[in-house]
């Protein structure tokens, strides 16, 4: 009687309720522990910026001649003093602003010209891809570093020139893997069906192109902040990027390379931001990559 019971409610019992695709994404990203940390420092350094004007124990901008070059834990200079007399941690605090900024900024809109560049290349093909492809190849064949140099000189120095010559910089990269991916979705079974039951192509790439190719393009694109973190900071201290008396990582490293054999340590402060924030992004994007599974 029993058995009978079971075998015949058994059929009748509902399935466990699989994971949804980012939740299981972010359970693999948690058990990845260098990914977390260098989330957690990120998350800081976004926070510092955040509440800069809060944190900061003076002001930025304010200059004192007699306490300038000031070393590590001097009184009311916990960080040392700049060639001005400047509090070296109030504007490391503030400079993650326009540091963050200026990294951030460009990949974001990179990633949403580029990705509309690319899949609409890729889902069209034909002469249009063909079009779109070279014209992206023409920029894409210039060194990021000589094409960012290049359009911000050009340009002149300020934070929109320098935003926007990094958009442009990263949009080729990105509309390049955009173009790929979208390629390979463009040709499975379910875009034909799509195709063939009368839908117009905008609906085929809003419903069922974008949900396959996004995540890859994404993954591929937070690789990018790292790399736009050192090129912008490569510009303001060029002079091509933010202006004195803005606090800026890579201006703060301009403005005090005269001062390093003087006070090597101080001097190298900014640096050292620079260098955790990209290679925290760099962790982060492999791990994410590990997590999603993409294969670029």
Request: with cysteine; hydrophobic share 55%; glycine share 8%.
């Amino acid at each position: 009687m029993s058995l009978t019971l079971d075998t015949a409610v058994s059929p009748m019992a509902a399935p466990p309720a699989e994971p949804g695709y980012w939740r299981s994404v972010f359970a693999r990203l948690r058990r990845d522990p260098v990914a977390m940390v260098a989330g957690l420092i990120l998350l800081a350094i976004v926070l510092m910026a955040i509440f800069a004007p809060w944190l900061a124990p003076q002001s930025p901008y304010s200059t004192s001649m007699l306490h300038r070059l000031q070393p590590i834990g001097s009184p009311g200079f916990p960080l040392g003093s700049d060639e001005l007399g400047r509090d070296v941690l109030s504007r490391l605090i503030h400079g993650a602003r326009l540091s963050l900024l200026i990294g951030v900024m460009p990949v974001i809109n990179a990633f949403v010209i580029g990705s509309a560049i690319g899949i609409v290349a890729g889902f069209v093909g034909g002469r249009t891809n063909t079009v779109i492809m070279r014209v992206i190849d023409v920029f894409y064949a210039f060194p990021a570093v000589l094409l960012a140099i290049a359009l911000a000189g050009a340009l002149g120095a300020g934070l929109v020139n320098s935003l926007f010559s990094l958009t442009v910089v990263f949009i080729p990269p990105i509309a390049r893997v955009a173009e790929s991916v979208t390629t390979q979705v463009r040709s499975v079974d379910y875009i034909e069906a799509a195709r063939a039951s009368g839908a117009r192509s905008l609906t085929i790439i809003r419903r069922h192109v974008l949900g396959n190719v996004l995540g890859p393009i994404f993954v591929y694109a937070t690789s990018l902040i790292s790399v736009s973190m050192i090129l912008a900071s490569g510009l303001s201290f060029l002079g091509l990027g933010a202006r004195p008396p803005m606090p800026e990582w890579g201006l703060m490293l301009n403005t005090m390379r005269d001062a390093i054999y003087v006070n090597p340590w101080v001097s190298v402060l900014p640096g050292m931001m620079i260098f955790t924030v990209s290679i925290c992004f760099n962790m982060l994007s492999d791990g994410l990559r590990s997590a999603m599974d993409v294969k670029l």
